[in-house]
């Protein structure tokens, strides 16, 4: 659906969805309160009443137009309204991850020169308590949760959020007058939030986003890809990424539509059948999950289930691919055998997944296409808002991010002589263009005003033509864009051979004894893989077998075990070039996480990381090339 309301500011988002709803009994946001409860709905009226609340309370301790208030807190209410009430005030919101440790919150508190912060569980406090006394500029902590820790909350730099909540209530009738006419300052141009990109590698930097590239991304996602009012989404990517603040966030709200927040990430499961969601924006990590669950059950069942399954497939992707008559009448009976209970689990009501932060694999692309349920690729960095591309529905292509969108344009530029070989912006369709792969440029009013205090990273960014730099390879494909890899994570072998990682990996990840996967080979003579196991997948396999151990360290290394994943390599790697197979690996007895350092919070591989931290292992890969 069309914009719901006018706006050119954040700012005047919120107003002008308060002006609309207040009064009308018009949800905005879902939560549940008690985790063995149901969900209870906000609606704006409540909204209004604590966003105005927190803003008075902000505005009574100083906070003026542009100073950075810090948010470190999982998805929540309370994230929502401490947004909208810096928004109002036309000050600066710096989100953090809540997996990021106390030495990192720190450097961006005084990097970003953050005045208050608010954090959500006792967990999050303790990081604020620890660093506080090294953050000049940091005057308060506020706390969504009462602390079980009492040593946190005697602390006399830390409050209490329903404390602040109250005080701003009788503050705002004080302050009102100067709060309409700060709100009314707010430009376009304005800073609206600082994301610091996570980063594979170095140290985050502070992208600085205008309310005119978050709003210009809004308006132009959502001419591309269609909702309305009358649809729900399950919020649980992190708020202080850009994917899930423009998509999931304010786009939502701007369309009318309602937002529901998961319990935690790892509630979702649970939490989609209760919300029946009928959009879902996340990354490829869920939709893999997903995939790989259903495979095992299969592989587990007899051979008459994996006959009905494989069937059921088949029938779904001639289905997809527009073939009807007697593939009609197959599919109905497809859908009750098999995907109607994949739906089921996904709470029955989806229309639109949204993917993006990472590539999603075309066997799970065309999986779920065969099971009736929407994937919707897009592309784009913190850096552009996020967006530059996305797949519109009944348009979507497997293997492609879509189209541009409207308003942006986007470059090919020649890896070898520094050339644009093409561009599209999003008004040039219809187009077939096709071009020769190139790192991928951008220009438009989604892309960032820099990174806060860093013009050298800036410069390096964004080209003096105005071009933003992506980093990633491409190619446009018959007016699609198609994303090859990053340049960075290109690796050379021996023979100067080029080699892309990531559609390796892609590959690779749909096999259902591999859960992560890291290709290493950088200056060797042949291609070689760091294999996280799926544990349960191999714990299993183990006791079908009769291998007497269910000792992971154990497994990893048993003979039988080594031979399965011989067989899987081999079979995965007739599909790639001479120069691309892997020929060797070594299966790891932990997982890439976040807590310890190997993927960032948007679940992309830490590559140099997980070579240093795994330096031994690789080492032995290449061991027998060198003896």
Not at 333 to 349: C, E, P, S
Not at 447 to 456: A, F, L, R
Not at 570 to 596: P, Q
Request: proline share 4%; with cysteine; net charge negative.
């Amino acid at each position: 659906m069309p914009i719901i309301v006018p706006f050119e500011t954040l700012t005047e988002l919120y107003k002008n969805l308060t002006k609309k709803y207040v009064g009308n009994k018009k949800a905005a946001f879902h939560h549940k309160l008690d985790p063995k409860g149901s969900y209870e709905p906000v609606y704006w009226d409540q909204v209004e009443d604590d966003v105005t609340s927190i803003a008075a309370y902000m505005y009574e301790q100083g906070i003026d137009h542009g100073d950075r208030v810090g948010i470190l807190s999982e998805n929540r209410y309370e994230w929502a309204v401490v947004d909208l009430a810096i928004q109002l005030l036309g000050a600066i919101n710096v989100s953090l991850y809540t997996t990021l440790p106390p030495n990192q919150c720190e450097f961006i508190l005084q990097d970003s020169d953050a005045k208050l912060f608010f954090v959500s569980t006792g967990i999050q406090l303790k990081k604020a308590v620890e660093v506080f006394e090294n953050c000049k500029e940091l005057k308060q902590v506020v706390a969504f949760d009462k602390p079980k820790v009492t040593k946190f909350s005697e602390q006399k730099f830390v409050s209490l959020y329903e404390d602040i909540l109250e005080e701003g209530g009788k503050l705002y009738p004080k302050h009102k007058k100067a709060i309409q006419k700060r709100s009314a300052k707010v430009e376009p141009e304005d800073i609206s939030t600082l994301i610091y990109t996570s980063g594979t590698t170095g140290r985050p930097k502070g992208a600085m986003l205008t309310h005119n590239n978050i709003v210009s991304n809004v308006k132009s996602a959502t001419q591309h890809i269609y909702w309305d009012d009358k649809d729900r989404v399950l919020s649980f990517l992190p708020l202080c990424h850009s994917f899930e603040r423009t998509g999931g966030y304010y786009a939502i709200i701007a369309c009318g539509a309602e937002i529901y927040y998961a319990e935690s990430v790892d509630t979702v499961s649970k939490n989609m059948p209760e919300v029946k969601p009928t959009i879902m924006i996340s990354v490829p990590r869920l939709f893999e999950k997903i995939y790989n669950l259903i495979v095992k059950s299969v592989e587990d069942g007899s051979d008459t289930k994996k006959m009905i399954f494989n069937w059921a497939v088949e029938v779904g992707r001639k289905y997809s691919d527009g073939k009807r008559g007697f593939v009609s009448f197959q599919k109905v009976i497809a859908d009750k055998l098999v995907f109607d209970k994949l739906k089921q689990r996904t709470g029955g009501n989806i229309r639109i997944f949204v993917s993006g932060g990472a590539a999603l694999p075309p066997d799970i692309d065309l999986f779920f296409r065969s099971a009736g349920l929407t994937i919707l690729q897009g592309y784009g960095l913190t850096e552009t808002s996020p967006v530059m591309a996305a797949n519109s529905p009944g348009k979507e292509v497997v293997g492609v991010v879509g189209q541009i969108i409207p308003g942006v344009t986007v470059g090919i530029q020649s890896l070898s002589d520094g050339k644009i070989i093409a561009e599209i912006s999003g008004e040039d369709y219809p187009t077939k263009l096709t071009s020769e792969a190139g790192e991928i440029l951008c220009k438009g009013p989604n892309v960032m005003k820099g990174y806060w205090k860093n013009e050298e990273a800036t410069k390096e960014m964004i080209d003096d033509d105005g071009w933003l730099h992506t980093g990633d390879v491409g190619r446009f494909l018959n007016g699609d864009l198609q994303i090859t890899d990053r340049i960075k994570h290109m690796i050379v072998n021996a023979g100067g051979k080029n080699i892309y990682p990531g559609p390796i990996e892609d590959m690779f990840k749909s096999s259902k004894w591999i859960d992560q996967v890291v290709v290493v080979g950088e200056a060797q003579n042949f291609m070689g893989a760091l294999i996280v196991p799926d544990f349960e997948a191999i714990q299993k396999y183990a006791r079908d077998s009769g291998i007497k151990t269910d000792s992971i360290n154990e497994l990893i290394v048993h003979e039988e075990i080594i031979t399965l994943y011989k067989k899987e390599m081999r079979g995965f790697s007739k599909d790639l070039a001479s120069h691309e197979k892997i020929r060797d690996f070594r299966i790891l007895a932990n997982e890439f996480t976040v807590e310890t350092g190997e993927i960032t919070p948007t679940m992309k591989v830490k590559r140099r990381v997980i070579a240093e931290k795994y330096a031994d292992e690789i080492a032995d890969i290449f061991k027998s090339d060198k003896d």
